[in-house]
């Protein structure tokens, strides 16, 4: 497992994170990172500093540690996710907004991050669970379909389960990565604590016995399609 930054998770839990519910005009970017561990701190300060004192309009900055990857992450350590609207986020991308400060901090960021693993963009498409801006959920798993997954399919068969068993122990969102020919779309499974991470699902299933026959006919429904990768992160500060 990746060395977390202790100290900072734990300030940091204690804090109220302003995720918020898929919006029709959802839009987000992730960069993969890998910061050796003398430099996560200085790392960690560095964003923090510079998100703290200059905030993006309508743009979330949620900054992870990664806790466990596939090969395909196996070098990351680190994930920044941009969440925004196509107004925000266009202005974001746009040269005009390189400004100095902007400048100073992607310099000073690089000399401490070893190399970017991957970068991505996309669109989220639905969430389900309770709404994650009233209840902490740093844990997340995320699964990526390569091409060969109906993700409106998939949307659309696991919108009714959830929407039919309403679950309070995990939230979810799906998604779709535009700048990727390998890893198409995906989703991301947010849980309380990582007790939950690792046993809310079967748990769910001995108590809801209604469940497991859905959950059949869900997967004769849910779009086909291999997984591409799989990793788990943890919340470390949002922005």
Do not use: C
Not at 53 to 76: C, G, N, Q, R, T
């Amino acid at each position: 497992m990746k060395k977390i930054l202790y100290t900072l998770l734990l300030f940091s839990l204690s804090l109220s994170y302003s995720q918020t519910k898929v919006t029709p005009d959802e839009h987000w970017s992730a960069y993969a990172i890998s910061v050796q561990p003398q430099n996560e701190e200085t790392v960690f300060n560095i964003i923090d500093e510079y998100f703290s004192e200059y905030k993006l309009d309508d743009i979330k900055v949620m900054l992870f540690s990664i806790l466990f990857a596939d090969d395909s992450m196996s070098e990351a350590t680190h994930e920044i996710v941009f969440v925004g609207n196509s107004d925000s986020m266009s202005k974001f991308y746009s040269p005009m907004n390189f400004t100095t400060e902007w400048n100073l901090f992607s310099s000073k960021i690089s000399n401490f991050i070893e190399k970017t693993i991957w970068a991505l963009n996309g669109t989220g498409l639905a969430s389900t669970g309770p709404d994650p801006s009233e209840v902490v959920y740093p844990y997340e798993r995320i699964l990526n379909w390569g091409p060969e997954r109906d993700i409106q399919k998939f949307r659309k068969a696991w919108v009714e389960l959830n929407t039919k068993h309403e679950r309070t122990d995990r939230s979810a969102v799906i998604f779709t990565i535009t700048s990727s020919a390998e890893h198409k779309s995906g989703v991301v499974l947010r849980y309380p604590t990582y007790k939950a991470m690792l046993n809310s699902n079967a748990e769910y299933a001995r108590n809801n016995p209604s469940w497991q026959k859905d959950w059949q006919t869900y997967l004769k429904e849910n779009g086909g399609g291999e997984i591409t990768r799989n990793f788990t992160r943890i919340l470390l500060k949002e922005w």
